[in-house]
């Protein structure tokens, strides 16, 4: 049985999660409210304060739907309560972001022309005074990812001189340079 498939999903206080007819579950939370639709194989079923879900048979696809329906109902239940935050950190000599509004951002990374980047519905940009560290924050975990590597799409970092646009933490190797004539 799967390790993570067979885990409880606890729903806290405040949040509901209602399962149509169609195996759609919808979740509903102080943050928002957050929809998927989970293939008719696999059940889903309410039980008190948890949420259980369950495989009709040990076959190769049951088994990898199985962890995954779980995952992304369990990722539901905590965007709604607390949500998803990416942080990205800006690298290069005048380089910088600006904010417009919580739903624009400014990029100018090094071309002829700022790059604009617009937040799609229930996604929210935080920049902060030094303008190379912002933030992409959302309750939809793959939107909030997806939107955060088209970001960092603009400007990767390179391995020359490490400047770019990165996630908070992420290691660039540094590449030696070209070696001169002897």
């Known amino acids: 049985m799967s390790r993570i498939g067979r885990l409880p999903i606890p729903v806290p206080a405040g949040v509901t999660v209602t399962i149509a007819d169609d195996n759609t579950v919808t979740v509903k939370g102080p943050k928002g409210e957050l929809s998927q639709k989970v293939n008719k194989d696999i059940k889903v079923e309410q039980v008190g304060s948890e949420v259980l879900v369950s495989r009709p048979s040990d076959s190769k696809p049951h088994r990898s739907m199985h962890g995954l ?6 990722n539901m239940v905590v965007g ?3 949500g998803f935050e990416k942080k990205l950190h800006i690298e290069g000599v005048g380089w910088r972001i600006a904010e417009w509004n ?3 951002l400014t990029v100018s990374v090094g071309y002829s022309h700022p790059v604009i980047v617009d937040a799609p519905e229930g996604i929210e940009f935080d920049v902060d005074k030094s303008n190379v560290n912002f933030s992409v924050k959302g309750i939809d975990k793959q939107l909030v990812g ?4 088209d970001i960092r799409a603009i400007r990767k970092p390179e391995p020359y ?3 770019g646009i990165r996630y908070e933490g ?3 190797r540094h590449k030696e340079g070209k070696a001169g004539k002897k």
Do not use: C, D, M, P
């Open 69 to 74: 329906y779980r995952s992304l109902i369990n």
């Open 80 to 82: 709604v309560t607390q």
């Open 102 to 104: 919580k739903n624009q």
């Open 146 to 149: 997806a939107i955060a590597a």
């Open 161 to 163: 001189h490490g400047k």
């Open 170 to 172: 992420e290691y660039v």
